[in-house]
């Protein structure tokens, strides 16, 4: 009896051993998929997060430019600002262009808040027309000078000057002095002394070839050579025309006129806006040697970047 109970006993023992036996096994089976599978989870966050930052270096990286409009003209303004909207963008700006083929609308959607900035005046017409319309824009930064030039139409030789001839020049205010000025300096008029860049027709002292001056938009000067004895252009209009200043003209300004150090083609903005730093990151490219290099190297003399 003492035997079959003890082989009983024993029995039942080793049965319990393999029964903890097998419950350890299947604990630590299950122990170990779930390190697994919190492995494999924590795997799948850490990928989730670099991939997260990842789009995110990439938004930074591709997204959208902050925009900064310009108001120009044709040509050399809006040329010259293509040329900068590439240094633009990498410096996180999206430079956007507004072509005009006048004098007064850049200003007036300057003004009025429409666009930020615009590229086609020098100083003298800016005061002046502030002056006139009543506008409040300022001077940013002075980026080329734009020789004059007097352009042959029907007739070709300024010595010999026909009597009466008829000269076509802007009729604003400050470009209108800017050619006569160049007039005076090849001796075809005698202003007042003290007109200065202000000089208009009726400055006039001393017209000994009795010439007619047909006063246009600046604009139209370049259109009537063909009906005019000569035209005295402005740069930009000059260019736009397919002229040269400096190959084409009879005669230009030269670089110490008094009108090369006035007539500087300026950015301008509306007064209260000259600390936008779109407006700072846009002057500062287009004063850049990228761009001093691409005038130079474009126009030929006919656009002069501006060292002030």
């Known amino acids: 009896m003492k035997k079959k109970l003890a082989l009983i006993l024993t029995a039942a023992m080793i049965a319990g051993t393999l029964t903890a036996c097998g419950g350890s096994a299947e604990t630590t089976a299950e122990?170990?998929?779930?390190?697994?599978?919190?492995?494999a989870t924590e795997d799948e966050?850490?990928?989730?997060?670099?991939?997260?930052?990842?789009?995110?270096?990439?938004?930074?990286?591709?997204?959208?430019?902050q925009v900064i409009t310009v108001a120009a003209t044709a040509v050399p303004h809006a040329e010259i600002l293509e040329a900068a909207k590439p240094l633009l963008a990498e410096q996180g700006y999206d430079l956007q262009v507004t072509v005009f083929d006048d004098y007064v609308q850049p200003n007036n959607v300057v003004e009025s808040g429409e666009i930020d900035a615009n590229y086609f005046q020098h100083?003298?017409?800016?005061?002046?027309?502030?002056?006139?319309?009543?506008?409040?824009?300022?001077?940013?930064?002075?980026?080329?000078?734009?020789?004059?030039?007097?352009?042959?139409?029907t007739e070709s030789d300024l010595a010999n000057i026909s009597d009466g001839a008829t000269i076509a020049v802007p009729n604003d205010t400050t470009n209108e002095a800017r050619a006569l000025l160049l007039l005076q300096d090849n001796g075809l008029i005698t202003l007042d002394e003290d007109a200065g860049i202000n000089a208009t027709i009726l400055d006039i002292k001393e017209n000994p070839h009795n010439i007619e001056f047909v006063e246009l938009e600046a604009a139209q000067v370049p259109k009537v050579l063909g009906e005019v004895s000569f035209a005295v252009i402005n740069g930009n209009y000059a260019l736009d025309a397919g002229l040269n200043a400096k190959t084409d003209a009879l005669a230009t300004e030269t670089s110490d006129s008094l009108a090369a150090q006035t007539y500087v083609n300026i950015i301008a903005v509306k007064e209260g806006n000259e600390e936008n730093e779109g407006v700072?990151?846009?002057?500062?490219?287009?004063?850049?040697d990228e761009i001093k290099k691409f005038i130079e190297e474009t126009y030929e003399g006919a656009v002069v970047p501006f060292e002030g």
């Open 123 to 153: 100083i003298p017409y800016l005061e002046s027309f502030n002056a006139e319309q009543g506008t409040h824009l300022v001077n940013v930064g002075g980026i080329h000078y734009e020789p004059f030039g007097i352009y042959a139409g």
């Open 31 to 39: 122990t170990e998929t779930a390190a697994e599978a919190t492995e």
């Open 280 to 288: 700072k990151a846009l002057v500062n490219v287009l004063k850049s």
């Open 45 to 65: 966050t850490a990928a989730a997060e670099e991939t997260a930052e990842a789009d995110t270096d990439a938004e930074e990286q591709t997204g959208e430019l």
